[in-house]
């Protein structure tokens, strides 16, 4: 470490310097660091107001809201399927598969008419 009488000036008027470049230098710091606080506590605030948002009461309604969009969005679609089914004179069954199972292919069939 060095001596700090090697450091610091002789005469009044460059010590007087020093300490007033000292203070702006640590009122610059000093500005920073309120810089730097104010914004760990905006982004604290943000996070907490997310939070309340996803975890809060609203967000169990806002879960609700996008389940009602998405029925809308089935009921819609499948909306579209019956006109564009009806404009092309083809009625295509309501259900994606048969109520029954088909019969295996080895047991006998009868046709009665």
């Known amino acids: 470490m060095t001596d ?4 610091l000036p002789s005469d009044l008027a460059a010590a007087h310097a020093m300490i007033l470049a000292e ?3 640590r009122l ?7 810089v730097l606080d ?9 996070i ?9 009461q609203s967000a169990e309604r806002s879960a609700r809201i996008e389940q009602l ?12 399927a019956a006109l564009a089914a009806t404009a092309t004179g083809t009625v295509e069954a309501h259900r994606s598969k048969p109520a029954r199972r ?10 009665v008419v």
């Not at 088909?102 to 046709?111: A, E, T």
């Open 28 to 34: 610059a710091a000093e500005s920073d660091r309120r």
């Open 38 to 46: 104010i914004e760990i506590e905006r982004l604290r605030l943000e």
């Open 48 to 56: 907490a107001r997310l939070k309340r948002e996803r975890f809060g």
């Open 23 to 25: 203070r702006a230098a």
């Open 102 to 111: 088909m019969l295996p292919d080895h047991l006998p069939r009868i046709r």
């Open 69 to 80: 969009e998405l029925s809308l969005e089935d009921l819609e679609e499948t909306a579209a």
């Open 4 to 7: 700090t009488a090697e450091i």
